[in-house]
Each structure stands twice: as C-alpha cells, then as structure tokens.
C-alpha cells in the first residue's frame, strides 16, 4: 500500500500484456490511483472545501488525482466541491451524471446530483424535485431533507415559493 513506483512497473507490464483499452487496464490504473493517494493531500482538499475555498479545494483534488477523472470513492466529494466554484458548475454536472449514469441505483449517487442542481437558480426547481423523492429513500432521507430544506432558504422568500414550501412541510 503506498508503493507507487511498483504498482507503476505493474502497470507498465500489464500495458504490454492487454490491448489500448482494455477496461481491466483502466480499472488497475483506478485502483493504483486510489492505493496511492496522498491522504495528507486529499485531508487538505477536505479542509478546503469545508472552509468554503472551493476553487483551491478543486486546484488540490486536480493536483492528487493528476488530472483525471477521480477515483469512484472522492468523485462525490469532487463534483460538489467543482460545482460550487464560479465556473465549475457545468463539469460537475456533466461529472455526477456521467457517475450516476454508471451506477443508477445509488442513492448517493442521486443524492449528490440532486444537491447540485439546487445550487443554481436555474436547475434549483430540479433539485429540489429529485430532493424531495429522495426524503422517501431510507438510505439517504436524513441528507436529502437537509438539502431540500437548505434549498429552500436559497430559493428565498416569494410567493412563486409557496408551493415548495408547503410541499416541504407537509
């Protein structure tokens, strides 16, 4: 665990052993990337994002995940984290559809894209719909009311809100 510079000459010898785009190949090259991160990189991303410094929350994840795709695990974490910078909505969008695309029955999944859309005026009505029939689902309930809740106070005061908001209370 941690030894990039072997798990590397593995991979160099699996390149030679598999054809250009062998999905196996890609999925050595994802584990290698996740067994090798590093995590004090990656609680610096974290910590980050939390105080709300997206865009250098972003430029860290980018710089420990070279540039590619994030691993399955922090793809969530990610493309939230993208969506909330001033020019990083359109990607994470595009990030946590292609993610849920691969995985249409995960509920944090649907949860993460449903919380994204609401972080725009523009897709927040979406969100704030896949929100609330994501408060049925058990696994994510607990969250997805939360968000639905904090959409709402984005969404601000008006009578055009009425309905969401009865909607949430009831």
């Given at each position: 665990l941690g030894n990039r510079s072997?798990?590397?000459r593995l991979l160099a010898r699996l390149r030679t052993l598999l054809p250009p785009g062998d999905p196996r190949?890609?999925?050595?090259?994802?584990?290698?990337?996740?067994a090798t991160a590093d995590r004090a990189a990656l609680a610096d991303a974290r910590r980050l994002a939390q105080a709300g410094q997206s865009a250098?929350?972003?430029?860290r994840y980018r710089e420990l995940f070279?540039?590619?795709?994030p691993p399955d695990q922090f793809a969530i974490e990610y493309y939230l984290t993208l969506g909330g910078t001033p020019?990083?909505?359109?990607?994470?969008?595009?990030g946590l559809s292609a993610f849920?695309?691969?995985?249409?029955?995960?509920p944090r999944a649907q949860l993460?894209?449903?919380?994204?859309?609401?972080?725009?005026a523009e897709t927040r009505a979406e969100g704030v719909a896949r929100l609330r029939a994501l408060a049925?689902?058990?696994?994510v309930s607990r969250e997805a009311i939360a968000a639905w809740r904090q959409a709402l106070l984005w969404a601000g005061a008006s009578p055009a809100q009425i309905p969401a908001l009865e909607g949430f209370l009831q």
């Open positions: 072997a798990a590397e190949l890609a999925a050595a090259e994802r584990a290698i990337q996740l250098a929350a972003v430029a070279g540039g590619r795709t020019d990083g909505f359109a990607e994470a969008r595009e849920l695309r691969a995985r249409p029955n995960d993460a894209l449903a919380q994204l859309l609401t972080f725009r049925a689902v058990p696994a």
